[in-house]
């Protein structure tokens, strides 16, 4: 019988123990199952190799899942940002990126993600990198910080645009789905960017700042 996609891919490429190990802290602390998906965890790995990412941003941390594969593909001085709402969730984050290595690289600011965004335009920094992956109802404002914080050259990633179907259901109207409706738009169509949205898996979309 024929594997899945899913089934093949994740049989050639394994997670490894520190991502295993992310998933069984998530799972035993009953905080909720969301990581982003391997496939696709490494793809964030990729892009940041392949943009040779130096100072990247992270909005949504939960276990850290995300921040490792970011982390992976930053350049050697490169830094994360993370910002979390949860301080518990951040500090499970901070001890799964130091057993990778990367307690150095990685500053978490903990609240609501649209301050953290608002004091880090405040402080006049940039980043070169954003993986949006946070509450819903916020991803146009979050998608307005990560243009106005953008470097030249950068990529933003946005994750689960298609809101595990409700976002293609014309009969859904709830404020996530309207909002995540506007973002991907603004992703679509923003003459500042170059995009992309992988119609499979939960809507990942890819731009590029021009
Ligand atoms: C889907 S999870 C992030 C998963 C993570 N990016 C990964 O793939 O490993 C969403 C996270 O966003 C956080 N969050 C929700 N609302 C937030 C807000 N207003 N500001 C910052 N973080 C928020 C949640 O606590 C949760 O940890
Ligand atoms: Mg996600």
């Given amino acids: 019988m024929n594997l899945t ?21 998530i799972r035993s602390n009953g ?8 496939a696709y965890g490494r793809l964030l790995t990729f892009l940041a190799k ?12 939960l276990g850290g899942y995300s921040g490792i594969c970011i982390a992976r593909g930053l350049r050697e001085n490169g830094t994360l940002t993370s910002l979390e709402l949860k301080g518990e969730y951040a500090a499970m984050a901070r001890g799964h990126l130091e057993e990778g290595g990367f307690g150095e690289k990685v500053e978490y600011r903990i609240g609501p993600a649209a301050d953290s965004l608002e004091q880090l335009e405040q402080e006049g920094r940039t980043f070169d990198f954003f993986f949006i992956d946070a509450d819903k109802e ?45 973002f991907n738009e603004q992703m ?4 500042r960017l170059v995009t992309t949205m992988l119609p499979d898996y939960d809507g990942l979309v890819l731009a590029w700042v021009k």
């Fill in 5 to 25: 996609p899913d089934e093949y891919v994740n049989q050639l490429f394994q997670e490894d123990e520190l991502l295993l190990k992310v998933k069984e802290a």
């Fill in 138 to 182: 916020n991803y146009p404002v979050y998608l307005d910080y990560a243009i106005k914080l953008a470097r030249p050259g950068a990529v933003i990633v946005g994750d689960n645009c298609f809101l595990r179907g409700r976002t293609l259901n014309p009969d859904k109207q709830g404020p996530a789905v309207l909002a995540v409706r506007r």
């Fill in 50 to 61: 392949t943009s040779k990412a130096e100072a990247a941003l992270e909005i949504g941390v």
């Fill in 188 to 191: 679509a169509s923003d003459p």
């Fill in 31 to 38: 905080m909720p199952e969301v990581s982003v998906a391997a």
